[in-house]
């Protein structure tokens, strides 16, 4: 089926030419989102500066369109500002990267195929993406067998970097274990000793709930229910109505539209009177805000990004980050949403890929192995690349783990409540390559 998502209104402003007959192009800019289909040319500056150098070719699947289009696309400007930074800077061992995006449709089985023509047809040397954790699952086999790395930069399925691991996948932020380790201390002590937990009912949300549920227990709480609600409900009231019994917090595991859909439907049934709300950062992304008003007020919810420029995040490079994301946001939404957690997350994973690549010497995929043994144990410092704080990409399992951040939601805004260190979010390996 063809892309036609690139027709789209936020796709107008893009500068492109060339014939719509592939679907590649040089990622020139944090505003390209959407140009699949079409064969970008390098501007004169860069065509000098790069020469005939044969450019290194990355991939990246993102849902932009479907259930998860409106998160797909604002991560999308992660992976895009990195790129762009990189090229304006005279690239990657003198070689510009040249970016090949393909929309998934929010579709696991379409997901496989297109990881399939990335890596048979496009040539990718690595991938850098993966929103949905179903797509991420569905795809990961297709990197292992065309021995290429797979940077994951959204999806937060325990499962990727625990039982189903795989020697060529990487999830360079943080996962459910390590944000319940973070959390669940402060809903005990802080909210109240009974849980309710509702979520998403696909690999994410199941997977979620349990790393909950276990650390809710170890902390002296209890999780007195729980109610699966499938992906893309629209109407959620049916399955909110059935939630009852005596409880003192209702904690949701949800992203975007899902989110906004939940929220609504237990504000409009009395349930954020009887009980507090918490969650899953995703809930509350800055970009679910507007539409979420007053509905969200008070909710707690904890998340490894958050667009505040108070300490800790008060620093140069995370200003620079900001400025950055908030001006490419504006570009494929006017009202212009403050960055959220996709965008960090993709700027950063493919900061990732970049400093592999310069440490391990890395011409393509002949030299996958030295890529991966590169980013093995990377530990990073927060910087332009890192904005959002110290990270450790561990190497038994290609877990990274960083700081945590606690909010509530004030006046329609993030408010920082606590600041948990990355020390103090670690749990142990629980993988096995094959």
Same mark, same amino acid.
């Given at each position: 089926?063809?892309?036609?998502? +690139?027709?789209?209104?936020?796709?107008?402003?893009?500068?492109?030419?060339?014939?719509?007959?592939?679907?590649?192009?040089?990622?020139?800019?944090?505003?390209?989102?959407?140009?699949?289909?079409?064969?970008?040319?390098?501007?004169?500056?860069?065509?000098?500066?790069?020469?005939?150098?044969?450019?290194?070719?990355?991939?990246?699947? +993102?849902?932009?369109? =479907?259930?998860?289009?409106?998160?797909?696309?604002?991560?999308?400007?992660?992976?895009?500002?990195?790129?762009?930074?990189?090229?304006?800077?005279?690239?990657?061992?003198?070689?510009?990267?040249?970016?090949?995006?393909?929309?998934?449709?929010?579709?696991?089985?379409?997901?496989?195929?297109?990881?399939?023509?990335?890596?048979?047809?496009?040539?990718?040397?690595?991938?850098?993406?993966?929103?949905?954790?179903?797509?991420?699952?569905?795809?990961?086999?297709?990197?292992?067998?065309?021995?290429?790395?797979?940077?994951?930069?959204?999806?937060?399925?325990?499962?990727?970097?625990?039982?189903?691991?795989?020697?060529?996948?990487?999830?360079?932020?943080?996962?459910?274990?390590?944000?319940?380790?973070?959390?669940?201390?402060?809903?005990?002590?802080?909210?109240?000793?009974?849980?309710?937990?509702?979520?998403?009912?696909?690999?994410?949300? +199941?997977?979620?709930?349990?790393?909950?549920?276990?650390?809710?227990?170890?902390?002296?709480?209890?999780?007195?229910?729980?109610?699966?609600?499938?992906? =893309?409900?629209?109407?959620?009231?049916?399955?909110?109505?059935?939630?009852?019994?005596?409880?003192?917090?209702?904690?949701?595991?949800?992203?975007?539209?899902?989110?906004?859909?939940?929220?609504?439907?237990?504000? *409009?049934?009395?349930?954020?009177?009887?009980?507090?709300?918490?969650? *899953?950062?995703?809930?509350?992304?800055?970009?679910?805000?507007?539409?979420?008003?007053?509905?969200?007020?008070?909710?707690?919810?904890?998340?490894?990004?958050?667009?505040?420029?108070?300490?800790?995040?008060?620093?140069?490079?995370?200003?620079?980050?900001? *400025?950055?994301?908030?001006?490419?946001?504006?570009?494929?939404?006017?009202?212009?949403?403050?960055?959220?957690?996709?965008? +960090?997350?993709?700027?950063?994973?493919?900061?990732?890929?970049?400093?592999?690549?310069?440490?391990?010497?890395?011409?393509?995929?002949?030299?996958?192995?030295?890529?991966?043994?590169?980013?093995?144990?990377?530990?990073?410092?927060?910087?332009?690349?890192?904005?959002?704080?110290?990270?450790?990409?561990?190497?038994?399992?290609?877990?990274?783990?960083?700081?945590?951040?606690?909010?509530?939601?004030? =006046?329609?805004?993030?408010?920082?409540?606590?600041?948990?260190?990355?020390?103090?979010?670690?749990?142990?390996?629980?993988?096995?390559?094959?």
């Amino acid at each position: 089926m063809a892309e036609r998502w +690139q027709d789209e209104p936020w796709t107008k402003h893009l500068w492109w030419t060339g014939k719509t007959t592939r679907r590649r192009f040089l990622s020139l800019s944090a505003a390209a989102a959407g140009a699949v289909g079409a064969t970008m040319l390098v501007p004169p500056p860069w065509r000098e500066a790069f020469g005939q150098a044969k450019p290194y070719k990355v991939g990246t699947l +993102q849902p932009l369109s =479907g259930t998860a289009a409106a998160g797909g696309k604002t991560a999308l400007v992660g992976v895009q500002m990195a790129v762009e930074r990189i090229n304006t800077s005279g690239g990657l061992n003198g070689r510009p990267i040249e970016l090949v995006i393909a929309d998934y449709e929010s579709k696991p089985d379409v997901g496989r195929r297109k990881a399939e023509k990335l890596m048979v047809e496009d040539k990718v040397d690595a991938h850098v993406g993966g929103y949905l954790s179903n797509v991420c699952l569905a795809c990961m086999p297709v990197y292992e067998e065309h021995k290429v790395v797979n940077m994951v930069s959204v999806c937060l399925d325990t499962t990727i970097t625990t039982t189903k691991c795989s020697r060529y996948t990487f999830r360079p932020f943080d996962y459910a274990p390590a944000q319940a380790v973070a959390i669940s201390p402060y809903l005990i002590n802080k909210m109240g000793k009974k849980w309710h937990i509702a979520y998403l009912d696909y690999a994410w949300g +199941q997977s979620t709930r349990d790393a909950y549920i276990e650390q809710i227990k170890k902390n002296g709480g209890e999780v007195v229910g729980t109610t699966g609600i499938p992906l =893309g409900t629209a109407d959620m009231a049916s399955f909110v109505s059935k939630i009852s019994g005596s409880f003192d917090g209702l904690f949701g595991i949800f992203f975007g539209a899902n989110a906004i859909n939940f929220t609504s439907a237990i504000y *409009d049934l009395g349930l954020t009177k009887k009980a507090k709300y918490a969650g *899953d950062g995703a809930i509350a992304e800055s970009t679910h805000l507007a539409a979420l008003g007053q509905k969200i007020e008070g909710f707690v919810g904890i998340n490894r990004y958050i667009p505040v420029l108070d300490p800790p995040l008060n620093t140069a490079a995370h200003r620079k980050f900001f *400025d950055q994301a908030v001006a490419a946001l504006k570009k494929i939404d006017p009202s212009g949403p403050l960055p959220d957690r996709y965008v +960090q997350s993709n700027f950063e994973a493919t900061n990732f890929l970049k400093l592999g690549i310069q440490k391990s010497g890395f011409r393509g995929r002949e030299d996958t192995m030295k890529l991966i043994e590169a980013l093995e144990g990377m530990e990073v410092k927060e910087s332009d690349d890192f904005p959002q704080g110290d990270k450790t990409l561990r190497k038994e399992d290609h877990q990274a783990f960083l700081r945590e951040f606690i909010f509530t939601i004030q =006046g329609g805004k993030h408010k920082l409540i606590e600041v948990i260190a990355k020390e103090k979010t670690i749990v142990p390996a629980a993988c096995k390559f094959a």
